[in-house]
Nanobody
Framework: HVQLVESGGGSVQAGGSLRLSCVASGYTACMGWFRRAPGKQREGVAGIGGNSIGGIDSIDYADSMRGRFSISQDKAMNTIYLQMNSLKPEDTAMYYC??????????????????WGKGTQVTVS
């Protein structure tokens, strides 16, 4: 298992941008971002792979966020980022980083991940 620490959340006005970061304590095969809005179920935001030796290079986005959100990684630092642009009030949620060491195509299904961070709050008004 790996420990995950998210950062970068905060409050922003609609139309603004935020960049989230997540650092893993060790190697991973896939890392991703998920979010949970108040009163709603957790949903996948984006996933990225190839973050370790043998990982499969892949990127996946939820359709509703494709084009506004961009996931990227720094393999050497075991870190992923989520650049969020044109933020809307409905993007308000707790954002969680997730990771797995299972070598697979990295998607946005929570069942594909084993380790989770504590989350970082994003509030858009």
């Amino acid at each position: 298992h790996v420990q995950l620490v998210e950062s970068g959340g905060g409050s922003v006005q609609a139309g603004g941008s935020l960049r989230l970061s997540c650092v893993a304590s060790g190697y991973t095969a896939c890392m991703g971002w998920f979010r949970r809005a108040p009163g709603k179920q957790r949903e996948g935001v984006a996933g990225i792979g190839g973050n370790s030796i043998g990982g499969i290079d892949s990127i996946d986005y939820a359709d509703s966020m494709r084009g506004r959100f961009s996931i990227s990684q720094d393999k050497a630092m075991n870190t992923i980022y989520l650049q969020m642009n044109s933020l809307k009030p409905e993007d308000t949620a707790m954002y969680y980083c997730a990771a797995t060491r299972r070598v697979q195509r990295c998607g946005i299904s929570s069942s594909g991940y084993d380790d989770w961070g504590k989350g970082t709050q994003v509030t858009v008004s």
